[in-house]
């Protein structure tokens, strides 16, 4: 089966610019979720969806980030502005849910590398 | 709120050497433990992961990871290492539940000597 596909896979941009990040997941997959790592750390979670409702966007800064999934299928994460912290990659998962214990199918993207400059 | 500690940032180990990388979580519940490999350039690639039963994970490439309840650990292991396992380790920890986003430690990077 295909994976899950980001793009772009590299943006260079300057601070105070806009930017947009797209993803695919895998089809049939309900849950969908933003990552942002950056360099020498763990990924963190930003914001997770379920079909085009959000579950969980308590680590996305919400006065610069936002993010959409407006058909339940694909999603874009924007940054405006961009600030030079903002630097990092930005990972995208999607899973299968399922009802009681833990989600199927849970698979990262390649991601996306942003430096802000 | 769960945490995930990974006490090693670097771990240097001869090719055909035992390797074993700690990993310490922080979960009042019984957690979700999983084990992901990252290289250069490339996504995270899940090794292994802990449900629930067996306390002794086999994952793929011939990693192993053990479930301690008590020590709050899930450290990983592979009896001999190969070149190519040279990449970035992450212990994650997930809720359960309506949220599934894991958290992760920070990682340890692996250097394996010819």
């Known amino acids: 089966e295909a994976g899950v596909a980001q793009s772009p896979r590299y943006k260079i941009i300057e601070k105070r610019q806009s930017v947009a990040f797209w993803c695919n997941p895998i089809?049939?997959?309900?849950?969908l979720y933003w990552y942002q790592q950056i360099l020498g750390q763990g990924p963190k979670l930003l914001i997770q969806?379920?079909?085009?409702?959000?579950?969980?966007d308590s680590q996305l800064p919400k006065d610069r980030f936002s993010a959409e999934r407006l058909k339940g299928v694909d999603s874009t994460l924007k940054i405006q502005p961009a600030k030079l912290e903002d630097s990092a990659v930005y990972l995208c998962a999607s899973s299968l849910r399922r009802s009681g214990g833990w989600v199927y199918g849970y698979t990262f993207g390649s991601g996306t590398r942003l430096t802000v400059v | 709120a769960q945490s995930v500690t990974q006490p090693d940032i670097h771990i240097t180990v001869s090719e055909g050497a035992s390797l074993e990388l700690r990993c310490n979580y922080s979960?009042?519940?019984?957690?979700?433990l999983f084990w992901y490999v990252q290289s250069p350039g490339q996504g995270l690639q899940l090794l292994l992961k802990?449900?629930?039963?067996?306390?002794l994970v086999q994952g793929i490439k011939g990693f192993e990871a053990e479930f301690k309840r008590s020590q709050s650990s899930f450290n990983l292991r592979k009896p001999s290492v190969h070149w190519s396992d040279a990449a970035e380790y992450f212990c994650a920890v997930g809720a359960g539940g309506g949220a599934d986003g894991l958290t992760f430690g920070k990682g340890t990077h692996l250097i394996i000597q010819p």
């Open positions: 089809s049939g997959h309900a849950t």
């Open positions: 979960y009042g519940a019984t957690p979700y």
């Open positions: 969806f379920q079909n085009n409702g959000v579950v969980d």
């Open positions: 802990y449900f629930s039963g067996d306390t």
